[in-house]
């Protein structure tokens, strides 16, 4: 099989020769500092494109991801060299949002928002948002990743709510679905708005080569909801379902849905609004056991992660890394439907040799499936 011939079979719930293998993305890439860990325990050399500058991650070294058999390609639009090679602890960074971060050595954390002092939704008519934009020559980086016969991805988010809070603060935000629907909805719309355009320029140039569409809201903590569903599903969920629906319109790839933390009483929702694949499956939240999750899920969501990136990955020796690869694949691999990657981003902290285990074990134990 190639590897877009395996990941589709697994998405349509059919076991592929081997399990699915993901490195690179948005929010299944790798930090700076764990890649060049990574590269130098490899002998491989690093490159350091750094293709997000708040979450510091880079494109990882294609030798490296012919290493570990990895079957997704991303395409990106990488940061330019000069805008983060002289980024130190403190630096200070306003994005094309207007949200400005602060450089804490490993990331940029937000510290101010353009937003957080209207007081009504008149004011936010002189809020500018960006334009939607593409990569240079985005067709054809996705044409020569399908002919190599890897499955494509841009590595572009679609989100309604997370991004709103970006522009309001979270508290102030939280506190305006509850006090100030209509000022809350105003600023969801804006984001809205954004992505409407981004995914409908996105798509008309590269929805018939795409394999996947990534879109995601975090919606829970790790103990819970951060919005009842009640909640949700009177002022987020009609968003992401008109920007879910906008973009199955233009293409045939499969909706990955991005949300950390305890989701499941979102699942009946998110599959009713159109989304196929559930990342990251943070095992260690609650309600997110991978086995129940398959069981009640299974037939129509596919999973996406799962590799515990709070304890095993930066703390557990390689033969629990191994363990838990092993477990994973048991528990969401029959029947197809899994693709397995870490928990999110691999972080700073985790050493290559867990990284390795991850991936040879993935590749070992995942092709006794085939």
């Avoid at 880079?58 to 990895?70: G, S, T």
Wanted: include cysteine; charge should be negative; glycine fraction near 8%.
């Amino acid at each position: 099989m190639t590897s877009a011939e395996r990941l589709n079979t697994a998405l349509h719930h059919r076991e592929p020769d081997r399990v699915p293998l993901d490195l690179g993305g948005v929010v299944t890439g790798i930090t700076l500092k764990a890649h060049r860990a990574l590269c130098s325990f490899l002998g491989t050399p690093c490159g350091d494109i750094l293709i997000d500058r708040v979450q510091y991650l880079v494109q990882p070294n294609e030798d490296i991801l012919e290493h570990f058999a990895i079957d997704t390609r991303y395409v990106y639009d990488p940061v330019p060299k000069e805008a983060w090679s002289t980024d130190q602890e403190g630096s200070l960074w306003e994005d094309c949002w207007g949200v400005q971060r602060r450089f804490t050595g490993c990331y940029f954390d937000m510290v101010a928002h353009p937003l957080a002092h209207i007081t009504s939704s008149e004011e936010l008519k002189h809020y500018q948002p960006p334009s939607p934009s593409l990569p240079e020559d985005l067709r054809t980086q996705v044409a020569a990743r399908k002919k190599e016969g890897k499955a494509v991805i841009v590595n572009c988010i679609g989100s309604c709510f997370e991004f709103s809070w970006y522009l309001r603060g979270f508290a102030q935000f939280m506190t305006d679905l509850a006090l100030q629907p209509g000022l809350a909805c105003a600023i969801m719309d804006i984001v809205l708005d954004f992505e409407l355009q981004q995914f409908e320029l996105l798509l008309r140039e590269v929805g018939d080569l795409v394999d996947v569409v990534l879109v995601g809201d975090d919606l829970a903590t790790q103990r819970g909801p951060l919005l009842s569903p009640e909640m949700y599903r009177k002022y987020v969920k009609p968003r992401q379902k008109r920007l879910y629906e906008a973009i199955k319109k233009h293409t045939r790839a499969l909706l990955f849905y991005h949300s950390c933390g305890a989701v499941t009483p979102f699942l009946e929702d998110l599959v009713e609004i159109g989304v196929d694949i559930l990342n990251p499956v943070q095992v260690s939240a609650s309600g997110m056991n991978p086995a129940w999750l398959k069981k009640h899920f299974g037939d129509v969501l596919s999973f996406w992660g799962g590799i515990d990136t709070q304890w095993t990955l930066p703390y557990g020796t390689p033969d629990a890394v191994r363990e838990e690869v092993r477990r994973r694949i048991d528990e969401l691999a029959p029947g197809g439907g899994y693709v397995l990657c870490a928990v999110h981003n691999i972080q700073p902290d985790v050493p290559p040799e867990n990284i390795v285990a991850m991936y040879e074990e993935a590749i070992r134990y995942g092709s006794q499936r085939g």
